[in-house]
């Protein structure tokens, strides 16, 4: 009779040791709010950044080819270090680059001072977001779809918020006025320490004691394990370009289509970006409940009808297809994310810095490529194009069943 009372008052304290943590989770999503939202001040800027320097589309999207390039390519190597020497302080410390990014975007004056401020900000972000996806997981108590949706829903909101910010504050005070945000990150940075201090007295165990109950299970195949990556891989790429034709492009379309002020075309992005926070939020959940392949299946092959018919829709319409479009297109991520750290378990930093990594590589690649194509065609001609990107969602068929 003795041994199952201790049996189960064991179990019980296994269990609180591996808990979610959801005051860390909402931690580091509230400094993905921060760090996003000043990353997406550039973007919201280029109106004026581009009517100041005289600068034309295929400028623009070199600008947010480097900053995106910049992260892309660090993130893996970052994620890569972390999972063989886990460095807590790195997270508040990466929140440095972002600020000098800031301070020297408010300050800049020509096209190569712009390319420095954006390439720091990618530094910044090849840093945060490895690492606090980690964070993230150890946290997640095997709720991993919904901390990674927590986790970014904090990011995709700063994002929605950046444009907004601009039309309110950078609009009215000029270039200038971005230093202002920077300070927000002092704060960013001093709630990044205490969670390194979690991180590095109580997360490390919680992962690896994840990673031990992982390797007692059966693995897939190495060959089905490639497949899988590759696959999520192309379905990230696509998701990201035609992101890329959104975030990048459409306050531009709304004025030129549609004769919008600056302002209001900044109020229609802070909705399209909305959307994919909700997205976000929802991606994740949904993904543990009902199966993450079949969140996948969904979101990215799911958006094709609405991408179709957005470029030939008036105002009125344009704005609820954004929405569905950001809907559908955002709560991939979570579950692609958490369905490939599933397939390599252990490695949890590099498909993290993997995955974001390719996620800002492939903005920042669709953002130079279209923005070139918008100056020898049109913007309308480039969302025609782009509507085809989610037929890539029919790759899906080919992931590997993990749910068993």
């Known amino acids: 009779m003795q041994e199952p009372a201790f049996k189960r008052a064991t179990d019980q304290v296994v269990a609180g040791a591996d808990a979610t943590v959801f005051s860390v989770i909402l931690a580091v999503s509230f400094c993905h709010l921060l760090n996003d939202m000043m990353q997406s001040l550039l973007p919201a800027i280029y109106p004026d950044l581009k009517a100041d320097l005289g600068l034309n589309f295929g400028q623009v999207g070199i600008i947010t080819l480097v900053y995106q390039m910049t992260a892309s390519i660090l993130q893996p190597l970052v994620g890569l270090y972390a999972d063989r020497r886990p460095t807590p302080l790195a997270l508040p410390g990466g929140t440095l680059f972002s600020l ?11 096209y190569v001072i712009l390319l420095v401020g954006a390439s720091l900000l990618g530094v910044g972000s090849s840093v945060f977001h490895p690492e ?38 950078v609009v009215r005070w000029g270039q200038s006025s971005v230093a202002f945000f920077a300070l927000l990150l002092l704060l960013s940075t001093a709630i990044l320490w205490k969670v390194g ?9 919680r992962l690896d004691r994840g990673v031990s109950r992982k390797a007692a299970h ?20 696509s998701k990201y370009v035609y992101l890329s034709s ?61 991408t179709l018919l957005l470029p030939f829709a008036s ?3 344009t704005g609820p297809l954004t929405v569905a479009i950001g809907l559908i297109l955002a709560s991939a991520f979570p579950a692609i994310l958490v369905y490939a750290q599933e397939l390599v378990p252990g490695k949890v930093g590099m ?7 390719l996620a800002f590589g492939a903005g920042g690649i669709g953002a130079a490529w279209l923005g070139a194509l918008a100056d020898s065609t049109s913007l309308e001609y480039v969302y025609r194009l782009c509507a085809f990107l989610p037929l890539i969602g029919l790759l899906a068929a080919l992931l590997p069943d993990t749910e068993h």
């Open 100 to 110: 000098s990014g800031l301070v020297v975007l408010s300050i800049a004056h020509s």
């Open 132 to 169: 606090s996806s980690r964070v993230a997981r150890m946290a997640a108590g095997g709720r991993f779809g919904l901390a990674q949706s927590l986790f970014q829903v904090g990011g995709t909101t700063g994002q929605a918020l950046g444009p907004l910010a601009a039309a309110l504050v």
């Open 197 to 205: 201090r979690w991180y590095k007295h109580h997360g490390l165990a």
């Open 218 to 237: 059966a693995r897939l195949p190495r060959s089905a394990v490639i497949r899988g990556i590759a696959v999520l891989l192309a379905l990230l790429f």
């Open 246 to 306: 959104l975030t990048s492009y459409y306050t531009f379309y709304l004025i030129e289509h549609f004769a919008l002020s600056v302002q209001a075309a900044q109020v229609h992005l802070f909705v399209f970006l909305t959307a994919i926070a909700l997205g976000t939020l929802l991606g994740g959940a949904i993904g543990d409940r009902f199966g993450r392949k079949r969140v996948i299946w969904i979101s990215i092959l799911g958006a094709l009808p609405f």
């Open 315 to 317: 105002l009125f319409w």
């Open 351 to 357: 498909i993290s810095g993997l995955f974001f990594g």
